[in-house]
């Protein structure tokens, strides 16, 4: 206890001591207070010369600007004098100076040189054979590829003449004032084409490649973007299915109700199906090709080709162009069919295969002698419209057309109806103009028994009960008797008194031996 007492006491008279250092330190204080702020004005004092010195130094090195030059006297007496400087440097005048025009002798022997050195470059050269339209003129060389690019090259280099590319023309267009390439894509196009032309070992081969790559993918682009539009406008709701794979490179258009191109057949008949299917694709050869699926086959047996082969680039046109083969081949299907089922009151002559003034084609089948009936295929859904100038009743003559769109098999029966239902309304139109009334259904009591004549014409005499009813009977021979009627009292509906057969034939014999 004793020693923790001690070091305690210890303690405590070390800490006083220090204590009583500070206290007496703190006494002087002012005298260290006053040595640091001298030390501080000496160190600004010394930061003030430095900053005058560099700002001499500046003002030294900006009056080197305003001194007076030393003027060349002698230069500019010479010049104002004679007009002329002989100690012009002669590497000056060769870079910069324009050297003076060569006379036009000696430059026709130039381009004739060069052209003739172009010629043998190209002989050199492999050259695909779209791009066999080659023309030369003042040296430069132009590769033109039909309906795809036009390219102008020109030899330079020093050594080893190389190919330097000129200008390149996109002849893919949709109409002469529309451009279809952005001048930076243009532009990069050429940068790349100067590339290959520089470092490939078949250059104009390599160039081939490049452009009628782009040329294709942006004919393909561009037929796609116009079949949108069309579908969206003119063609709305009559393209029943369209599709485009990028990947693929192929564009598919279906039209006349083929919803699912993959149910044609490759041996399908494209004369006797309704649908069809459009395909335009980029082969393996690279080239753009265009197929119809089923097959459009000619008289000849050869499949029709289909090409791109107008001046401006359209997807409506190759499309007008495919519905207009298929309405021949459809016409020229139903013409076949049509002779072979022909009814014993038609001949074939009464048949033919036309076309307008609009080369639209049609069947025209003379009926009777004055009424002729035509044909047609319309180009939105490929059916069979019928056309009669007006005799025919309309929901006749769509019951008629629908029968003909449904099946092609009972033509003959079909005709014979046609030409039925043509004599009876030739039959009222001539009674109309006579001033008598028709009547092509007519139900009379007949021995007490209601019965309804569908096949007969009944045209009733103006102020009379009395009716002439004209008889269609088969052969399409026309029957004469006359209906003798009065009203029932019961019911108001005409009872047929007596009905007298004519023999109209007789008749007339009778009226003109009389005569």
Not at 47 to 56: F, G, N, P, R
Request: proline share 4%; aromatic share 8%; with cysteine.
């Amino acid at each position: 206890r004793r020693s923790s007492d001690l070091k305690y006491l210890v303690q405590t008279r070390e800490q006083l001591r220090r204590l009583y250092i500070v206290v007496k330190w703190a006494a002087n204080a002012s005298q260290v207070h006053q040595c640091q702020e001298i030390l501080r004005f000496l160190e600004q004092q010394g930061a003030y010369l430095t900053e005058a010195a560099d700002s001499l130094f500046m003002v030294h090195s900006s009056c080197q600007n305003f001194k007076t030059p030393d003027y060349n006297i002698a230069t500019a007496l010479e010049v104002l004098t004679t007009g002329n400087y002989r100690r012009f440097p002669s590497a000056i005048e060769n870079a910069y100076l324009p050297k003076p025009p060569l006379p036009e002798e000696e430059k026709q022997v130039l381009v004739d040189k060069l052209e003739d050195v172009t010629r043998l470059k190209l002989l050199e050269c492999q050259i695909p054979e779209r791009m066999s339209t080659i023309t030369i003129d003042e040296g430069k060389v132009t590769l033109c590829c039909p309906k795809e690019f036009e390219v102008q090259l020109m030899l330079g280099g020093e050594g080893v003449a190389s190919w330097r590319l000129l200008e390149i023309q996109i002849l893919v267009r949709l109409d002469k004032d529309v451009e279809t390439v952005h001048p930076n894509q243009l532009y990069s196009l050429q940068n790349l084409v100067q590339h290959r032309l520089n470092s490939g070992s078949e250059p104009l081969v390599e160039v081939y490649r490049i452009l009628h790559r782009f040329c294709v993918n942006m004919q393909l682009s561009l037929l796609h973007s116009q079949l949108v539009s069309l579908g969206k406008s003119r063609w709305e709701g009559f393209l029943s299915h369209t599709s485009y794979d990028d990947d693929a490179k192929q564009l598919q258009i279906c039209y006349w109700q083929l919803t699912n191109p993959n149910i044609i057949s490759a041996d399908a008949s494209a004369d006797s199906m309704v649908g069809g299917c459009i395909r335009v694709y980029v082969s393996t050869d690279g080239d753009l090709c265009i197929r119809h699926l089923p097959r459009l086959i000619d008289e000849s047996g050869a499949e029709l080709s289909l090409t791109l082969d107008s001046e401006w680039l359209s997807i409506e046109a190759l499309f007008l162009a495919v519905v207009a083969a298929r309405k021949q081949l459809r016409l020229k299907f139903l013409y076949k069919a049509m002779l072979d089922q022909l009814p014993p009151s038609l001949s074939p002559t009464d048949v033919s295969y036309a076309s307008d003034n609009s080369n639209s084609f049609f069947l025209s089948i003379t009926i009777l002698d004055s009424w002729q009936i035509k044909i047609a295929v319309d180009t939105f859904n490929g059916l069979f419209i019928l056309f009669d100038g007006g005799l025919l009743e309309k929901d006749t003559l769509t019951r008629f057309q629908h029968d003909l769109n449904k099946s092609v098999e009972q033509l003959g029966d079909l005709l014979s109806r046609i030409r039925h239902a043509g004599l009876v309304a030739l039959l009222c139109s001539e009674a109309s103009r006579l001033g008598l009334e028709p009547f092509k259904r007519l139900s009379l009591f007949i021995d007490d028994s209601l019965k309804t004549d569908s096949d007969a014409v009944y045209l009733r005499f103006p102020g009379q009960d009395s009716f002439l009813r004209i008889s269609i009977a088969q052969g399409n021979i026309l029957l004469y008797s006359l209906v003798i009627t009065s009203l029932r009292k019961s019911d108001g509906l005409p009872q047929a008194q007596q009905i007298v057969p004519l023999h109209l034939d007789a008749m007339h014999s009778s009226s003109s031996s009389s005569s």
